[in-house]
């Protein structure tokens, strides 16, 4: 819009680009309101296929890029809308109990990242900027004047700007470091070829989800971090299981297997095992418990232990 005000052009109140809303007057935000809208209704319908995790990510991050929803490379997204929308994407791509943490089921479980809104609106400014700066309409350094200026608070630098604050990343147009300090910092981040910055920026918005995951819930103690993220999708693969038992260890991955040792706070005070075991912990479920409930039977090689 201040382009278009820039130049001598009749600017209207919003413009549609490929679905996306630009704009910053009131009818612009109450049109990009809706495509989020939108984007809950087709999240509300992808819920109702009777497919998995996988499937329905690919096809959530397809029909959000449809909507226009997470195009977010030239506005900053609100930080509680796309907290809401990772809400309506677990939603709409796992059917299993409330308790699964999203960050695992992204994390180390079969969700695409490109069903995420808040990693949408991480990477896609990013690639807009370097796009920017590969193709000559702007330098780093002009980047960078943006990027320190109080003034600029919209735009594809204020968007990434806030992502990357979301992410735990601080620095700037020139170099990106972990504001824990922890990892490799990138230098020249906008330079570097696309994959090497999209694996830099997940690999920075996966440690901070973890590290909040894990304070926020005593049940993800300290250890989350260790977790083999890229093996674990692959792991359940190489099982080769029949779709049941995956879809248990899958469970048991992501968070979302609750046990009597938990359940006794709210089941009436029962921790104790159908089987007849004192108290029915993980440990028990998945390696001791002879009633063969869900994924016990499963030996790590693969073949049920007890046909
Ligand atoms: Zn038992």
Redesign the pocket.
């Known amino acids: 819009m201040a382009c278009a005000q820039a130049l001598p052009l009749t600017a209207k109140g919003e413009v549609k680009d490929l679905g996306v809303v630009h704009g910053t007057t009131p009818k612009a935000l109450e049109a990009a309101r809706h495509r989020w809208h939108d984007c809950c209704d087709r999240l509300g319908r992808i819920a109702r296929l009777p497919v998995g995790p996988r499937w329905a990510g690919l096809l959530a991050g397809a029909s959000a890029m449809g909507a226009g929803a997470y195009a977010v490379a030239g506005r900053v997204a609100p930080k509680n809308l796309l907290e809401g929308m990772r809400h309506w994407v677990k939603f709409a791509c796992y059917k299993g109990s409330k308790t699964a943490a999203y960050q695992l089921l992204l994390w180390v479980g079969d969700l695409t990242w490109r069903a995420c809104p808040a990693l949408h609106a991480l990477v896609r400014p990013a690639t807009f900027l370097a796009s920017v700066v590969e193709l000559g309409y702007h330098t780093i350094a002009e980047l960078q004047y943006v990027w320190d200026s109080a003034h600029h608070v919209v735009g594809p630098v204020a968007a990434l700007k806030a992502a990357l604050s979301q992410a735990g990343v601080r620095g700037g147009p020139a170099r990106w470091e972990m504001a824990d300090g922890s990892g490799k910092p990138l230098q020249q981040p906008l330079l570097e070829p696309e994959g090497v910055r999209n694996a830099w920026l997940l690999s920075a918005r996966r440690r901070t989800d973890l590290v909040r995951l894990g304070k926020k819930s005593r049940r993800f103690r300290a250890g989350l971090l260790d977790v083999d993220c890229e093996g674990a999708a692959a792991f359940r693969q190489r099982l080769k299981l029949p779709v049941d038992r995956a879809a248990a260890l899958h469970a048991a991955h992501c968070g979302d297997v609750i046990v009597n040792q938990q359940a006794k706070h709210w089941n009436g005070g029962v921790a104790a095992?159908?089987?007849?075991?004192p108290e029915?912990t993980r440990q028990?479920?998945f390696w001791?418990?002879?009633?063969g409930?869900r994924c016990?039977q499963v030996s790590w090689t693969g073949s049920p232990s007890n046909p």
């Not at 001791?288 to 009633?291: H, L, N």
């Open positions: 095992c159908p089987c007849g075991h029915e028990h479920l001791e418990c002879p009633r409930c016990g």
